[in-house]
């Protein structure tokens, strides 16, 4: 019997195998494009553009580096491509990835390890590492949650647990088109490239 397809063609002209990715079939110019037209939170947040994975990996750099500032630029790169799988496999809200069981955390793991040898970085970072980025990443959902999604702080501080209030008054959602992202997120990583 024969299998079934398990690529995805890209932009770039690069056949994605998903389920055994490469590096070689990674290119930075998909990773940003898909996830500057993936919408975090389903879709559901306040404003004329959707709120893109893209622009959430941005906002979890600024906050990692603010909070790690003697971070070496390896550990800024892994902050900004830690959601980069979701150029291919969508962006899943945390009840749903659990519905879905171990086998989406399995793909996951697999294109993430791709996309960090791809860009020079280990394939699994350290957990120290992965502990700070994920601290960034639910300081990003509290604020997403509270500032575009409709959340009341309270149920903010519930989910994402409280966070520290010098930084939420500091950080501001923007909102903007996808291709304005997009040239965003690849000029960071090139910056983060050329300082490695």
């Not at 690529?7 to 195998?17: A, I, K, P, T, Y």
């Not at 622009?55 to 070496?72: D, G, M």
């Not at 394939?123 to 980025?133: D, E, G, L, S």
């Not at 304005?180 to 050329?194: E, G, K, N, P, S």
């Amino acid at each position: 019997m024969k299998q079934p397809r398990a690529w995805q063609r890209m932009l770039s002209g690069r056949r994605l195998d998903l389920l055994d990715p490469t590096p070689m079939d990674i290119e930075i110019a998909d990773i940003a494009h898909g996830l500057a037209f993936v919408a975090r939170w389903n879709g559901q947040t306040r404003g004329d553009f959707a709120y893109s994975v893209a622009e959430h990996s941005l906002l979890v750099t600024e906050i990692f580096s603010r909070q790690n500032p003697k971070a070496p630029v390896k550990w800024q790169l892994a902050a900004l491509l830690h959601d980069a799988p979701e150029y291919v496999i969508g962006d899943m809200i945390s009840p749903v990835k659990a519905a879905v069981g171990p086998g989406y955390g399995a793909l996951d793991d697999r294109l993430t390890a791709a996309i960090h040898l791809r860009f020079g970085l280990p394939a699994q970072i350290p957990v120290t590492i992965k502990r700070q980025i994920k601290k960034a990443d639910k300081l990003s959902a509290w604020l997403e949650a509270v500032q575009i999604a409709g959340f009341t702080q309270a149920e903010a501080d519930r989910l994402f647990g409280k966070q520290i209030a010098a930084l939420t008054q500091s950080l501001t959602i923007r909102l903007r088109p996808p291709a304005q992202v997009r040239d965003d997120f690849t000029a960071l990583h090139q910056r983060l490239m050329d300082a490695l």
